[in-house]
């Protein structure tokens, strides 16, 4: 009886401290470089994604959630951290050889659903690093410091990008189908090995590529780096997202009695597009629009599973992208041609690496049947908010230090606040910009995008910087600086506040902030 009283009550605590004591699954399912205006919910043309259409239509969809940065590895780094990707110098787009980044003495969110009691799985893309920085890394054997060590229960993944070797899956701690033989060495510096790259063998490409992604040639494609070895276990691109796939089917399906937090980071829609066959003339959109079906058939396989299971209801679905559209990033595939009227950011300006809305503005959705009404949101809400949220749905507090720039924007997420945060930061490469309510600064520097071959795009912000006012300029077009000196005043003395010096002063992004290093 006591017992039972004092349970009642540790229960209206919580409830009255405005915390929830449900254990809901909690599945983020993250895309990559799917821009803001790519799924039909969002406006896309020339692409349907009558799936995700129908998770948006249970859900909220955001017309303001942001991925913390412009591109892979800092957006990343904060949707698991809860921490702005600009207080870690290394979160920079990664090579494939690089050393784990996250800190696994710290929590991340993984660790905090692990000590939930949630059974904890990554399947898909990593692109955090891996290992440690004293040499001692071997892809041979246990790999470690890696999701595992982070609080990742299960973890199925490629260690950067499709683009980047190795070309190899790692499953826990150990390359898939590695053949002992055969050992794998990788290099980004000097060339490891002999085997055929872009440069020597071009004849044997199935698509050509720039000289950056001109490294050794896997499965027809030349990548960024090269590698020897490892044969037996190189994957093949056109069947990445069903192994992804089939992997998170069976992780949801062995996890029927716990409940589980999934990050599922699929590969779609980032380079090299090779979607499965079945999908290929799937879009007017060349490649880029097949992976986009694919991703949305890959989502609707996702929440089957949950149906069948019995789940789905009892699953809060987040669905996002880590950062804006490219249509050329190395490889001649036709998008830029094939895009006909689609608009990839829609209404945004720029897209991937930049710091115009087009680089974090993303789709971004939350689903939980049963529990939020449907409809949509204009509340301002960003990634790095996503940990500490869902610790206050879990209603078990979160450690010390855990989550330094995330807020708690659970009554958002649940459809219940309109407004969310008062501001947040923006990242593209190494520079910052600040948007609070319907306004934008970008402080002096450069705004840098990407063009075609060897194109990329700068724009000089002189001072005082840009001031847009979002609500009626969508498309940032009309700098409003000259007419709101005091507000460019306020939002340029945040960004100081928030972010380092050095990611506010005018420089030119150079070959570590593009991924050349
Ligand atoms: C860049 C690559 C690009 C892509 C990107 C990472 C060049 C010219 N560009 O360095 O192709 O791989 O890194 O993308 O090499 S991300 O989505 O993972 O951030
Ligand atoms: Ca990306």
């Known amino acids: 009886m006591l017992k039972k009283l004092s349970l009642f009550l540790s229960l209206t605590c919580l409830a009255s401290m405005g915390m929830a004591t449900e254990k809901p699954n909690v599945l983020i399912i993250y895309a990559d470089d799917i821009g803001?205006?790519?799924?039909?919910?969002?406006?896309?043309?020339?692409?349907?994604?009558?799936?995700?259409?129908?998770?948006?239509?249970?859900?909220?969809?955001?017309?303001?959630?942001?991925?913390?940065?412009?591109?892979?590895?800092?957006?990343?780094?904060?949707?698991?951290?809860?921490?702005?990707?600009?207080?870690?110098?290394?979160?920079?787009?990664?090579?494939?050889?690089?050393?784990?980044?996250?800190?696994?003495?710290?929590?991340?969110?993984?660790?905090?659903?692990?000590?939930?009691?949630?059974?904890?799985?990554?399947?898909?893309?990593?692109?955090?690093?891996?290992?440690?920085?004293?040499?001692?890394?071997?892809?041979?054997?246990?790999?470690?410091?890696?999701?595992?060590?982070?609080?990742?229960?299960?973890?199925?993944?490629?260690?950067?990008?499709?683009?980047?070797?190795?070309?190899?899956?790692?499953?826990?701690?150990e390359v898939v189908d590695l053949d002992p033989n055969d050992p794998i060495k990788v290099s980004y510096a000097k060339p490891v090995g002999s085997e055929p790259t872009g440069i020597s063998h071009p004849h044997l490409l199935t698509v050509q590529a720039d000289k950056q992604h001109a490294g050794t040639i896997v499965n027809g494609i030349s990548r960024i780096g090269t590698m020897t070895g490892g044969h037996a276990a190189r994957f093949k691109d056109e069947d990445m997202s069903d192994t992804y796939l089939n992997k998170a089917i069976e992780f949801i399906e062995s996890s029927k009695d716990q409940s589980f937090f999934m990050y599922f980071a699929a590969h779609d829609n980032h380079v090299p597009r090779r979607p499965h066959p079945r999908f290929q003339g799937s879009s007017s959109l060349g490649p880029r629009g097949d992976a986009i079906v694919q991703f949305d058939w890959t989502v609707g396989k996702l929440i089957k599973t949950l149906q069948k299971n019995g789940i789905y209801k009892n699953t809060l679905i987040i669905l996002s992208s880590d950062n804006g559209p490219v249509l050329f990033d190395g490889y001649w595939e036709g998008s830029r041609v094939k895009n006909g009227t689609h608009k990839a950011a829609g209404p945004f300006r720029g897209g991937k690496y930049s710091l115009w809305e087009g680089g974090t503005r993303m789709p971004f959705i939350v689903s939980w049947p049963g529990k939020i009404e449907p409809g949509t949101s204009s509340a301002l809400v960003s990634q790095v908010d996503i940990f500490a949220s869902i610790a206050a749905l879990i209603g078990q507090e979160l450690p010390k230090d855990a989550s330094p720039d995330g807020k708690n924007m659970l009554d958002a997420f649940m459809g219940k606040d309109h407004s969310g945060r008062d501001y947040l930061v923006e990242e593209a490469l190494s520079q910052v910009a600040l948007r609070m309510g319907d306004w934008k600064f970008i402080p002096p520097g450069t705004v840098t995008e990407r063009g075609g071959l060897d194109e990329w795009i700068k724009t000089a912000v002189h001072p005082p910087g840009l001031l847009f006012n979002l609500a009626d300029d969508p498309g940032e077009t009309t700098d409003l600086s000259k007419q709101h000196p005091k507000k460019v005043k306020a939002m340029l003395a945040i960004l100081k506040k928030e972010a380092p010096s050095k990611f506010l002063q005018n420089k030119t992004p150079g070959k570590a902030q593009l991924g050349f290093e």
């Open 36 to 173: 803001y205006g790519d799924l039909s919910c969002y406006g896309a043309s020339g692409v349907e994604t009558p799936f995700i259409d129908r998770l948006a239509n249970s859900g909220i969809r955001f017309s303001s959630g942001y991925a913390s940065a412009a591109t892979c590895t800092p957006s990343r780094y904060s949707l698991l951290t809860g921490e702005y990707a600009f207080r870690n110098k290394s979160a920079k787009i990664l090579p494939g050889n690089a050393p784990l980044i996250i800190d696994p003495n710290k929590a991340n969110i993984a660790s905090y659903m692990k000590s939930a009691g949630y059974n904890t799985a990554l399947v898909g893309k990593w692109h955090l690093g891996l290992g440690l920085a004293d040499g001692s890394f071997d892809w041979n054997s246990n790999i470690k410091p890696a999701p595992r060590e982070l609080g990742f229960d299960y973890s199925f993944y490629m260690a950067a990008t499709g683009d980047r070797v190795p070309s190899v899956y790692i499953e826990n701690s």
